[in-house]
T-cell receptor
């Protein structure tokens, strides 16, 4: 059964600690994305990767880091530099390319809710 | 840069009534537009998309949206609301030159009452 898995579903962190959120996909997609969701603000792009061993900053990358060593995995680390990390984090993936006029739909994982204590 | 604005952060309708969720876009090029639905504590699911073909787009669960260039709008409608439609709905626009990247609106929470 193909899809995207995120773990854990709930995560608690003490202030000053780094924490890593897992995202795995078995859809054979080249591109992967991390979003942060806060109430009333929609989804904001943190980082994205269009191919293995390459990634780019999104709109709110400060305080976050990623790696893309394998096609199926795109872990997100929330560092102690992130001032307000409590949020719902969503991972997505899509087939690569996507140059107009073609477009490849993003598929989303179930999310991880991070709470800083 | 492309952007979308969703008017109304909360919409409440009675079961069986028309659902209308508003989305206006800003884009210097012909946009690709999307509606996603999110149930509590879950990821997003694509409802429908407009990619410059037919202006009236039909999606899943009985939803449809009409692209109106003159009004820069892409409103989501459903003729008859069901309790299971209660969720948060997001409008999104493709980022030009950004591969498959999207910019999302702030969302509209739909409540369906008996």
């Amino acid at each position: 059964d193909g899809g995207i898995t995120q773990s854990p579903k709930y995560l608690f962190r003490k202030e000053g600690q780094n924490v890593t959120l897992s995202c795995e996909q078995n859809l054979n997609h080249d591109a992967m994305y991390w979003y942060r969701q806060d109430p009333g603000q929609g989804l904001r792009l943190i980082y994205y990767s269009q191919i293995v061993n390459d990634f780019q900053k999104g709109d709110i990358a400060e305080g976050y880091s990623v790696s893309r060593e394998k096609k199926e995995s795109f872990p997100l680390t929330v560092t102690s530099a992130q001032k307000n990390p409590t949020a719902f984090y969503l991972c997505a993936s899509s087939r690569g390319g996507g140059q107009a006029p073609s477009y490849n739909e993003q598929f989303f994982g179930p999310g991880t809710r991070l709470t800083v204590l | 840069a492309q952007s979308v604005t969703q008017l109304g952060s909360h919409v409440s309708v009675s079961e069986g009534a028309l659902v209308l969720l508003r989305c206006n876009y800003s884009s210097s090029v012909p946009p690709y537009l999307f509606w996603y639905v999110q149930y509590p504590n879950q990821g997003l699911q694509l409802l429908l998309k407009y990619t410059s073909a037919a202006t009236l787009v039909k999606g899943i669960n009985g939803f449809e949206a009409e692209f109106k260039k003159s009004e820069t709008s892409f409103h989501l409608t459903k003729p008859s609301a069901h309790m299971s439609d209660a969720a948060e709905y997001f409008c999104a626009v493709r980022v030009t030159g950004g591969g498959n990247k999207l910019t999302f609106g702030t969302g509209t929470q739909l409540k369906v009452e008996l």
